[in-house]
């Protein structure tokens, strides 16, 4: 194959400006976690984005060679929406959930393709029924759920007890590892847990299944 001088010329000031804007995009997105988390403390899971080590633990347990429904809670600025969207076909439905009006906006603008629905994550019953979805079999979740008011934390719950599939997952981003591990076993039945050092600050992924009838009482 013959190796065209001309079009290499123009291809290297193409490749470099889409560089530019990732690395732009990105320290905007560092930039707005950061903001928020000073304005909001706890109710933002992290100061930064996941990272992309981070992200790829999240997905780990899907079986993309399978129909499935996925919900994102908490999709921030969409690490874990990006590679979603690149890795579903045909036969999975998704949804983006995110109550944060700035997020949102970014979320909008950079996948207009994507379902997103702006709401409270603890409650999401009606507006996924509303689309037709009463059954899920991946949740994957960017919120501070340790850290939820008691009330919306048993509402997500009972949300997930009513909501998750037999075989279906709820997966935890936490920045906070192992310190948790007993708040998710009171919650479900079967809790695993994946360290991910590639993150800032080394973080993990929590893999819950079967949720308890009731919950237990603290250890």
């Not at 983006?96 to 909008?108: H, I, Q, S, T, Y």
């Not at 934390?153 to 591990?181: D, S, Y």
Request: proline fraction near 9%; aromatic fraction near 10%; hydrophobic fraction near 40%.
């Amino acid at each position: 194959m013959s190796h065209d001088p001309l079009n290499a010329n123009v291809a290297e000031p193409e490749m470099a400006a889409s560089t530019l804007s990732e690395r732009r995009a990105k320290a905007a997105d560092f930039g707005l976690f950061f903001r928020k988390f000073l304005a909001k403390g706890r109710t933002i899971s992290s100061a930064v984005p996941s990272s992309p080590s981070l992200v790829a633990g999240v997905l780990r347990p899907i079986d993309w060679s399978k129909p499935a429904t996925i919900v994102e809670l908490g999709a921030g600025t969409g690490p874990v929406t990006q590679e979603i969207l690149e890795n579903m076909r045909p036969h999975h439905r998704f949804v983006a959930v995110e109550n944060d009006g700035d997020f949102c906006e970014v979320l909008r603008r950079r996948f207009p393709e994507a379902n997103l629905l702006q709401c409270d994550a603890t409650r999401v019953r009606e507006p996924l029924a509303k689309l037709g979805i009463h059954k899920v079999d991946y949740v994957l979740s960017g919120l501070p759920t340790p850290s939820l008011p008691k009330r919306a934390a048993v509402r997500l719950w009972q949300w997930l007890r009513e909501a998750l599939t037999p075989n279906g997952m709820f997966i935890q981003i936490t920045v906070a590892p192992v310190l948790f591990k007993g708040f998710y076993h009171r919650l479900f039945d079967s809790v695993n847990y994946r360290m991910v050092w590639m993150n800032v600050p080394p973080g993990g992924v929590y893999y819950c299944s079967r949720p308890r009838p009731h919950l237990s009482r603290p250890a």
